[in-house]
């Protein structure tokens, strides 16, 4: 019957929110027939190659107060950063020199930034790179900010919306954050011509698994071209330090299930991932996902970037870290390559 499931989800690409709840509430049965054919699946499109894409955290300043992050605007234990135009721009010609063809800048909601500086840095990593793809990730904002930056060059943007369900979005958010705005914010995104990746946390507190069959059904009706998922890790100095973390068998198992449900998407397996289990970006891999993200920001700042508690990597130079990623995705019969890793249009 779960394999009749996945078959269908396969030549479907969705379920209905009860199955896609009974696979999720009996995954122990057809995790590995999942996997299998999600890795099946991936192969139709991308073969056995794993994209990387270099992260470039260039501020932990924000002005939000989400209940479950580390940077969170209340957080008086740490230790606040930004690096300059300058600084960001190195770190992409650091990336560059070491095969990285997709740069993530990323960051808390830093209203220090203005458009000014943030096209400034996009449209001369584009000039110095045009072979290069520029990600940004930095909240919500304006229209007319997403546009600027658009016509500055900018061709992707990630956005994790964190819950699908509105009710669960204002338990793990404080009274001026609004789900209607996450979803504005996706839609502006999507209108502008941005390649969008949306995402949430598996394991949140308050999630339940009918929560998370609503995530698989939210992300068809978005269909964007990346979807990033991870287990919530508690961070110490968060209301949610309490709460216990999410898991890495829950979480490969939902990838396995995002590979068949949006079969040219690109998925990565996270840094949550490999954090909650020291073999966790390997067990992506094989639960079909296709990309990694290591970190391209100076390594003086990296330990100033918690979004969660005992994040990995933390002390590695790029360099290091692609060595070791290498040598561990080969384990798994794929291979990691130098390469713009454009999405996949379905065929």
Sequence with gaps: MYRALIDRLEQD???????????????????????????????????????????????????NNCYYCGLRKDNTA???YRLSVEDIIDCADTGYSLGFRTFVIQGGEDAYYSDEMLCEAV????????????????????????????EAGADRYLLRHETANP????????????????LRCINDLKA??????????VGSPFQTEKDLAGELLFIKN?????????????????PFKHFENGSAELTTFLLSLIRLTLPSVLLPATTALGTIDPLGREK??????????????????????????NKICTGEEAAQCIVCLKKRIAKTGCEI???????????
């Design 13 to 63: 690409g969705t379920l209905r929110l009860e199955e896609y709840l009974t696979l999720i509430q009996h995954r122990e049965s057809v995790r590995e027939y999942a996997a299998q054919r999600a890795v099946a699946v991936r192969q139709q499109y991308y073969g056995n190659t794993v994209y990387i894409r270099g992260l470039i955290e260039f501020t932990n300043y924000c002005q």
């Design 78 to 80: 740490l230790e606040r």
């Design 123 to 150: 449209s001369n990593i584009k000039r110095r790179h045009p072979d290069c793809a520029v990600t940004l990730s930095l909240g919500e904002r304006s229209t007319e900010s997403y546009r600027r930056l658009k």
């Design 167 to 182: 009710v669960h979005y204002k338990r793990l958010h404080p009274p001026a954050m609004h789900f209607e705005n996450r």
């Design 192 to 201: 502008l011509g941005y390649q969008v990746g949306i995402g949430f946390m």
């Design 222 to 238: 978005i269909a964007p071209q990346m979807v990033g998922i991870g287990p919530f890790i508690s961070h110490k100095d968060t």
């Design 284 to 309: 992506g891999i094989a639960a079909g996902a296709n990309v990694l993200m290591p970190n391209l920001s100076p390594v003086g700042v990296r330990k100033k970037y918690m979004l969660y508690d």
């Design 337 to 347: 390559v130098t390469d713009k890793g454009d999405y996949k249009h379905e065929v």
